[in-house]
């Protein structure tokens, strides 16, 4: 094999919003840096999810890493210089009925009282004059509203860290995946790209659904599993939604361009041959939210099937896993707008894509220095809600990469608490 290429201070390997924004902030500290991805910036979930900018109805474990992150998206644009569609218009999750409002209520009381969030409960009149286009035949008894919450393009705004990380000198491996992590003594050393060895004594994991397989080769067995998500794009509306709205089943955005961004909640979990790995790690998951994952045990068929694909995305980068979106769940999110919605809802849908999450089995991330491989730094299993902390976690990743302190206590969301069988 050829001998080493460069050496850099950090290496960063995943191109989405949580690599692209840790080489930004490495770069703005004077790391020389280099992001190595896969496919293109933004293929995976950063370019395919929903775009909410959400700290409601967050794992309370998370939440501080979300507040300090809508901090920066607060002033991202001026950051960045460039827009990225940020718009801070609140986001509103619909109670259907009262043990609906309950839980709402009770979420509401302790992000009020135990983190000093602006999260109201409104009731069903206030609910409808926030919401004027709300349908009065639906029965909604109220609803959680934070204000300070928003909404952004997904593939602008992973672009946007990455491209203000380019005009600071960060390096960049296109269309290549790293291989392996080097570790020897007890720390890193660099990683491998197919023949080629990129020296670097810090490294960060930001490899979305592709973590688990790199983290194992160094001994932490992260319970990282793969679900396939369905969003819609409708055509433009006139009509103005500047919140983001999650109804019974379905989250509801509103892009920049006056198109309709709609997901049902939950996904498709594509058996693979090793699906056993983790299985019993899922069980309480599963038992606690049946509706989430939907069991496909005709994945490794399907990939053999012709099917019909949607016309390519002008803003979504391909990527190389075969990612077939669910047209049925198109469907059910487009009924539950229109119901919701019936004088804005009445809009056909332009294009339907799937992106694959990289849950983990609490459904909170895993973020922070991996113990025993000293300069290894791990940022993965968002659970299907990373979009909105990425900026921070990238931040957090650049500050451990400098040494400095991470700014937001993480220890609740450490990889550590998964068991690790270090070598
Ligand atoms: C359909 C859908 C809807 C979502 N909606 C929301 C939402 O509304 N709000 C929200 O906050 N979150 C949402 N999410 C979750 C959010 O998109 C992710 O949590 C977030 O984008 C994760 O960012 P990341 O940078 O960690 O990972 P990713 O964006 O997945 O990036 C990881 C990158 O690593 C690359 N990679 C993998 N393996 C290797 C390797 N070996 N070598 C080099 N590169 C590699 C991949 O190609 C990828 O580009 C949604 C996700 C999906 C799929």
Same mark, same amino acid.
């Given at each position: ?21 840790? $080489? ?27 775009? /909410? ?39 509103? +999750? ?20 135990? /983190? ?19 349908? #009065?035949?639906? +029965?909604?008894?109220? $609803? ?38 080097? *570790?020897?003594?007890?720390? *890193? ?7 080629? /060895?990129? =020296? ?12 688990? $397989?790199?983290?194992? +080769? ?15 794009? *409708? ?17 509801? =955005? ?18 693979? /041959?090793? +699906? ?102 791990? $940022? ?23 040494? #400095? ?19």
């Amino acid at each position: 094999m050829a001998g080493h290429v460069r050496t850099w201070d950090l290496i960063v390997i995943g191109g989405g919003i949580v690599g692209c924004a840790a $080489a930004l902030y490495a770069a703005r500290m004077g790391m020389s840096c280099l992001i190595i991805e896969r496919d293109m910036i933004g293929s995976a979930q950063s370019g395919r999810n929903l775009g /909410f900018v959400r700290q409601q109805a967050r794992d309370f474990r998370e939440l501080p890493l979300m507040m300090a992150s809508m901090r920066i998206w607060e002033g991202i644009e001026a950051d960045l210089g460039r827009s990225v569609g940020w718009h801070q218009g609140g986001n509103i +999750s619909l109670a259907m009925n009262e043990t609906g409002l309950a839980e709402r209520r009770e979420w509401q009381r302790r992000g009020r009282e135990e /983190f000093g969030l602006d999260t109201r409960i409104l009731t069903a009149a206030e609910t409808f004059a926030i919401l004027p286009n709300l349908s #009065r035949e639906r +029965s909604v008894t109220g $609803a959680m509203y934070t204000p300070s919450d928003g909404k952004a393009e997904p593939a602008r705004a992973t672009r946007a860290f990455f491209e203000a990380a380019l005009e600071l000198g960060v390096a960049v491996c296109l269309g290549e995946a790293v291989r392996l992590i080097e *570790t020897g003594g007890g720390r *890193t050393v660099g990683v491998w790209v197919g023949g080629r /060895f990129y =020296r670097s004594d810090t490294v960060i994991c930001a490899a979305g659904a592709g973590s688990a $397989a790199l983290l194992r +080769s160094v001994g932490l067995d992260l319970p990282q599993e793969r679900i396939r998500a369905t969003v819609a794009r *409708t055509e433009r509306s006139q009509v103005l939604l500047p919140q983001c709205v999650s109804g019974p089943s379905t989250g509801i =955005r509103q892009d920049a361009n006056g198109a309709f961004l709609l997901s049902v909640a939950g996904g498709e979990y594509d058996v693979r /041959f090793d +699906s056993w790995r983790h299985m019993r790690k899922y069980a309480d998951a599963r038992r606690g939210n049946p509706e989430a994952a939907k069991i496909n045990y005709l994945a490794p068929l399907e990939r053999f099937w012709p099917r019909r694909v949607p016309a390519p995305l002008a803003d979504i980068p391909p990527s190389r896993d075969y990612l077939p979106p669910e047209t049925k769940r198109a469907q059910q999110a487009q009924e539950e707008f229109q119901a919701l919605f019936p004088d804005i809802g009445d809009v056909a849908l332009t294009t339907i894509w799937a992106g694959v999450i990289d849950t983990l089995p609490d459904m909170i991330p895993a973020l922070g220095p991996v113990t025993g491989v000293e300069g290894l730094l791990v $940022a993965t299993g968002f659970s299907g809600h990373g979009f909105g902390p990425g900026p921070m976690a990238g931040m957090i990743m650049a500050n451990l990469a400098a040494g #400095r302190p991470a700014s937001v206590d993480t220890r609740a969301i450490s990889p550590d608490r998964f068991q690790r069988a270090l070598n």
